[in-house]
């Protein structure tokens, strides 16, 4: 029990990823695929915040004098995680934007129906 | 069948994960790097957020990368619907109700404000230049949604995203002719904690913030043109 209350960020972001995962792998819907790898990508940020923790952590600004450098978290992924959300939402417009050209094309989402994408 | 098979797949990488993950304990300190930024960022540039220095500083190539990334998904989004898409026009919609369209004007420049807010103080409270560029992006989603008969000028999104690139770009090379390095923070770091410290942080981000903001905008823009 006591594996899960510990790595219980650990299970949450990998919960995520693999019902992304899941999603892509499975669903005919061009857009449900888009939002699998929505999911997948929030994951994914989940995971590197979590590794960046540290126990009992604040976050790495000095906003008021008499916080310690010691009880801070680590900044680096925080701050790969803040250009990757903002990215995220450009992919995410890209490839909704290429489901409305894939629609105007073939006139379905269906990705069974679509020939040249058969797999 | 399908199903099944992507079950196994994931239960057999699940467990390799699971695996690898057992090793890594959860809460404790993990790179050397996080900690020399957290002892050393306040006083090598002068920035009291230290992920804003982390992201704006000592990364500030990466960022320089991610905002081109950030670009080129703009400019693929614009190409994609526009360039072999033919015909892209907007169709006469019903007008929102009066209180919808008071609302989004009251609020329109409220948002604007904190999204402002937010990327000029990003190197003193949590917040920056992404945040504050999604913000005042949001203002825009919510003018296309509110009053839908205005729209914004294609042209001046482009000339602002353009321009707060060429801030960036051009911060950085000063920075070479000023000590040898790209993106070297050679303004004075003032007092770290008042609104005039950090060097060029501080710049970069507000240069950030636009090109965020109106490539956001310009994707909303550009999206909400495809809707028939």
Redesign the interface.
């Given at each position: 029990m006591s594996?899960i209350s510990?790595?219980i960020?650990?299970f949450g972001a990998?919960g995520l990823i693999?019902i992304g995962?899941?999603i892509i792998?499975?669903k005919r819907n061009l857009i449900k695929v888009i939002i699998g790898l929505s999911i997948l990508e929030t994951g994914v940020n989940l995971f590197l915040i979590?590794?960046?923790?540290?126990?009992s952590g604040t976050?790495?600004?000095?906003?008021k004098p008499g916080l310690k450098?010691s009880s801070?978290v680590?900044?680096?992924p925080?701050?790969l995680v803040?250009?990757a959300?903002?990215?995220g939402?450009?992919?995410l417009?890209?490839a909704?934007?290429?489901a409305?050209?894939v629609y105007?094309h073939f006139g379905t989402l269906n990705l069974r129906k679509i020939k040249e994408q058969r797999w | 069948m399908r199903r099944i098979v992507s079950l196994i797949l994931l239960a057999v990488v699940a467990v390799g994960v699971a695996l690898s993950l057992s090793r890594i304990p959860f809460g404790t300190p993990k790179t050397r790097v996080g900690e020399y930024y957290i002892r050393e960022g306040r006083k090598e540039t002068g920035a009291v957020n230290i992920v804003t220095a982390v992201v704006v500083n000592y990364r500030g190539f990466d960022t320089l990368g991610e905002v081109t990334v950030l670009f080129t998904a703009a400019v693929g989004v614009g190409a994609v619907l526009q360039l072999f898409g033919g015909k892209s026009k907007y169709i006469k919609r019903r007008p929102a109700s009066l209180i919808l369209r008071t609302g989004c004007r009251f609020l329109f420049p409220l948002i604007l404000l904190v999204g402002a807010y937010i990327f000029i103080h990003g190197h003193l409270t949590p917040g920056g230049g992404f945040q504050g560029g999604a913000v005042v992006a949001s203002a825009y989603l919510l003018f296309y949604l509110g009053c839908r008969e205005r729209r914004i000028s294609e042209e001046a999104t482009q000339a602002v995203e353009s321009l707060s690139g060429l801030v960036f770009l051009v911060v950085g090379v000063l920075g070479l002719f000023a000590g040898g390095y790209f993106l070297l923070n050679f303004l004075p770091k003032g007092d770290p904690g008042s609104l005039l410290s950090a060097g060029v942080i501080p710049v970069i981000y507000i240069a950030i913030g636009f090109k965020v903001g109106s490539e956001l905008a310009g994707i909303i823009d550009k999206l909400m043109e495809e809707t028939e």
């Open positions: 594996f510990d790595y960020y650990y990998f693999f995962l899941y792998l499975v979590s590794v960046g923790y540290i126990g976050a790495p600004i000095f906003s450098a801070m680590d900044p680096v925080q701050a803040l250009t959300i903002v990215i939402v450009a992919v417009a890209l909704l934007s290429l409305i050209r105007r | -």
